[in-house]
T-cell receptor
Framework: DAKTTQPPSMDCAEGRAANLPCNHS???????VYWYRQIHSQGPQYIIH???NNETNEMASLIITEDRKSSTLILPHATLRDTAVYYC?????????????FGQGTTLQVKP | DAGVIQSPRHEVTEMGQEVTLRCKPI?????LFWYRQTMMRGLELLIY????????DSGMPEDRFSAKMPNASFSTLKIQPSEPRDSAVYFC????????????????FGPGTRLTVL
């Protein structure tokens, strides 16, 4: 599975959009981009995933660049409860094993 | 749906003792994953099962660790003998492995078991 690079931390004002970037320049054509988050002391929680088209669900939007080498997770109206570590993970493809390889993620601090 | 259930939620034991962590996956899911989280190493996959069969145990630290899945609704992770460096939060997750491209649906994680070995 391709490696991902994320900034270690970000701040966001409550009510504003939080845009979390992720670089995955070695992603292969049939690998998916997944986002999970982990709120303090809880298990990781699935947010969204995509292949090449932009995706949106009730939690967030995922924007994947045309070359698929990077993506952005957007929380449109961040709340204090969105404070968490956000993980960008690439997996799938021909060697799809179902394994999730967690990096260090981005710690998002939503401030009042 | 109750989600993934793990027990106990907290375990404190002494070095050398046997520790058994338990997991009940979401009904209908056919894949189960055990992870460990520490400050130093982050979240690590230890082992995972498909249809109750262990597929990849390359993340299991050493022979002191063993995992079983006797049926689709129950799995255990055992540490014998336990050591202080095993202190961590252990998460269990389950998902549905499909036959379509992409293969696996998202994983649902349990609340974790916080293990402290003195």
């Amino acid at each position: 599975d391709a490696k991902t690079t994320q900034p270690p931390s970000m701040d966001c004002a409550e009510g504003r959009a939080a845009n979390l970037p992720c670089n995955h320049s070695t992603i292969s054509g049939n690998e998916y981009v997944y986002w999970y988050r982990q709120i303090h002391s809880q298990g990781p929680q699935y947010i969204i995933h995509g292949l090449k088209n932009n995706e949106t669900n009730e939690m967030a939007s995922l924007i994947i660049t045309e070359d698929r080498k990077s993506s952005t997770l957007i929380l449109p109206h961040a709340t204090l409860r969105d404070t968490a570590v956000y993980y960008c993970i690439v997996r799938g493809g021909s060697s799809n094993t179902g394994k999730l390889i967690f990096g260090q993620g981005t710690t998002l601090q939503v401030k009042p | 749906d109750a989600g993934v259930i793990q027990s106990p939620r907290h375990e404190v034991t002494e070095m050398g003792q046997e520790v058994t962590l338990r997991c009940k996956p979401i009904s209908g899911h056919n894949s189960l994953f055990w992870y460990r989280q520490t400050m130093m190493r982050g979240l690590e996959l230890l082992i995972y099962f498909n249809n109750n069969v262990p597929i990849d145990d390359s993340g299991m630290p050493e022979d002191r660790f063993s995992a079983k899945m006797p049926n689709a609704s129950f799995s255990t992770l055992k540490i014998q003998p336990s050591e202080p460096r095993d202190s961590a939060v252990y998460f269990c997750a389950s998902s549905l492995k499909r036959r379509l491209a992409g293969g696996y649906n998202e994983q649902f994680f349990g609340p974790g078991t916080r293990l402290t070995v003195l």
